[in-house]
């Protein structure tokens, strides 16, 4: 099996400060780890491909993306009251869309089995024409995105566990039966959407389906539930391809929520999926 690690230096010059939770040491934490193990030269992949703004158009308003670009000029910024820009935060966001499409193309033309996309900014809550928790543009609908006009793929699976649910996301592909938005979250939390009933509109009902859990659930709790409803999804659906954002909030180490996950939990939901 051919795995493949994307990165770029480019996502650590997204400063917003050390005292935000999202900051840069948590990828330099991860990629120090992998190369203390040996792992990094063989699964590092870099980010050759330059999406172009016009791309972004697929999911985002052309005047969303004027503003982050025109905030990042102005820098330092603030797009709301948790999404700082700085200098050179549109060449980051850039580069972690480029980095999710590069790793579809490279699955889906058999370079690669699976693909992991170390990126930052994050992008799950970024809405079409709005940046908002962190997120500036929405790198796996844009790659979903990819998938759909490059690829011709009309059954693209988004499952999403990250602890906050995915708004930007959801809202996406609300109406679209192509993409089926799966997400796990705990309730109540920020952004305050993700409701059960939440199910898609149009052609795309039936197609979101929002799995709540509340404040200090368990882990044997959440892996049965992930487990059975994961696996209802993949035989309903049939997925061609799965995009995953992998948040790890819902780790019981996280300041921000109040779930219970380990770390191995997280794996044992990776190889329930794959």
Sequence with gaps: MAFGLFYDEH?????????????????????????????????FRPVTLRC??????????????????????????????????????????MMAVSASVEATNQVMEGQLDRAFCLVRPPGHHAEKDRAMGFCLFNNVALAAHNLLCSFKLD?????????????????SFYADPRVFYLSFHQWPLYPGSGR???????????????????????NEDYLKTFKQVST????FFQPQFVLISAGFDAHRDDPLAQLMLTSEDFREMTRHVV
């Design 196 to 218: 059960p009933d939440e199910t898609g509109e149009g052609a795309g009902k039936g197609y979101t389906r929002n799995v709540i859990f509340a404040p200090g659930t368990g």
């Design 11 to 43: 996502f650590i010059e997204h400063k917003t400060g050390n005292s935000h939770p999202e900051n840069a040491r948590r990828l330099k934490v991860v990629k120090k780890r992998l190369e203390s193990e040996g792992l990094w030269p063989k699964i």
């Design 155 to 171: 059954r693209i699976l988004i499952l999403d566990w990250d602890v906050h649910h995915g708004n930007g996301t959801q809202h």
């Design 232 to 235: 209802e999804v993949f035989e």
């Design 52 to 93: 172009t703004p016009e791309f972004l158009e697929k999911n985002h308003t052309r005047h969303h993306i004027n503003r982050v670009f025109a905030s990042c000029k102005t820098a330092p910024h603030s797009l709301d009251s948790d999404t700082p820009v700085s200098e050179h935060s549109c060449e980051a966001a």
